[in-house]
């Protein structure tokens, strides 16, 4: 009987200490957000304008792909037209 009453006790004062744990866990967690909240509002401004440049690199560098791609694909496309054009007379008179 003296067991099962000593294993009870164990379970519980176990129970408290890690609740306490995890109690003391929460309340640093919520200490570190407070301390670190002026930090995070500091350079909060700084990592919006880095994130406004790399979109602005990104777009430009998607406008000069699609630049360079127009550039060569237009040509292309006359001299298939300089080919295709005489055959496709040729072939609807015959």
């Known amino acids: 009987m003296f067991e099962l009453l000593g294993l009870i006790a164990f379970l519980v004062v176990g129970g408290i200490v890690i609740g306490a744990f995890i109690a003391v866990l929460a309340f640093?967690?919520?200490?570190?957000n407070v301390i670190l909240?002026?930090?995070k509002i500091i350079f909060l401004p700084i990592i919006a304008i880095l994130v406004l440049v790399k979109l602005a690199v990104l777009l430009t560098v998607g406008v000069a792909v699609?630049?360079?791609?127009?550039?060569?694909?237009v040509p292309l496309a006359v001299v298939a037209a300089?080919?295709?054009?005489p055959i496709a007379v040729i072939a609807s008179i015959a």
């Open 66 to 73: 699609v630049g360079v791609m127009v550039a060569v694909l």
């Open 82 to 85: 300089m080919v295709i054009v």
């Open 28 to 32: 640093a967690k919520l200490l570190l």
């Open 37 to 39: 909240l002026p930090v």
